[in-house]
């Protein structure tokens, strides 16, 4: 079955403290791997999409990368308004559905 | 240029009601899908829908839970006899065309609380 495990659970960190989320994934035949924000009482708003081992984006002070087993999220130099929960979801070849991890609450304090 | 629309954002019911929650989706978008998040937890899926045709519930509880997508007017999840493990975050998602193309776009979701 497809999994998708996003660690940690939770991390506080500094502004401007450095830091990575992971989303390491279970899947046959990975089509995508999609990262999401989202702030309390909104819906998930889109990142990021990663298709294959090696690719990189990067949008203002986050970057995601992908490998064959996981994708981390970097967060360089973090403000208080990067505080969210971040979603990681996977999608294979010729499905139609997402699946999700739990996610990462990240907390930056000023 | 409104984006996903769901409503209601908040559903009180008593436990044997009915819920029924809508989603426009993005202009232009003609697929649909749900997703339950509870608390703490990710998005689980519950079904993808066409104008006018479920394409997949794998999802969807067998029982008490429906969608539709009529060919006018917006997605509707029903839930019948509501239970209070039914209380969630419920959201709808729309993309231009099926999934090959990439991201989904949210709603800002309807939370269900069953007392």
């Known amino acids: 079955e497809d999994q998708v495990t996003q660690s940690p659970e939770a991390l506080r960190l500094q502004e401007g403290e450095s830091s990575s989320l992971n989303c390491s994934y279970t899947v046959s035949g990975l089509r995508g791997l999609f990262w999401y924000r989202q702030d309390p009482g909104k819906g998930p708003e889109f990142l990021f999409t990663?298709?294959?081992a090696g690719e990189e984006k990067e949008k203002e002070r986050l970057k995601a990368t992908l490998t064959k087993k996981e994708s981390f999220l970097h967060i360089t130099a973090p403000k208080p308004e990067d505080s969210a929960t971040y979603l990681c979801?996977?999608?294979?070849?010729?499905?139609?559905?997402?699946?999700f991890g739990s996610g990462t609450k990240l907390n930056v304090k000023p | 240029n409104a984006g996903v629309m769901q409503n209601p954002r908040h559903l009180v019911r008593r436990r044997g009601q009915e819920a029924r929650l809508r989603c426009s989706p993005m202009?232009?978008?003609?697929?649909v899908y749900w997703y339950r998040q509870l608390p703490e937890e990710g998005l689980k899926f519950m079904v993808y829908?066409?104008?006018?045709?479920?394409?997949?519930e794998s999802g969807m509880p067998k029982e008490r839970f429906s969608a539709e997508f009529p060919k006018e007017g917006p997605s509707i999840l029903r839930i019948q006899q509501v239970v209070r493990g039914d209380s969630a975050a419920y959201f709808c998602a729309s993309s231009p065309v099926g999934l090959n193309t990439g991201e989904l776009f949210f709603g800002e979701g309807s939370r269900l609380t069953v007392l």
């Open positions: 829908l066409q104008k006018e045709n479920i394409i997949d």
């Open positions: 990663l298709y294959s």
């Open positions: 979801a996977v999608q294979r070849y010729n499905f139609n559905k997402f699946y």
């Open positions: 202009k232009g978008h003609s697929h």
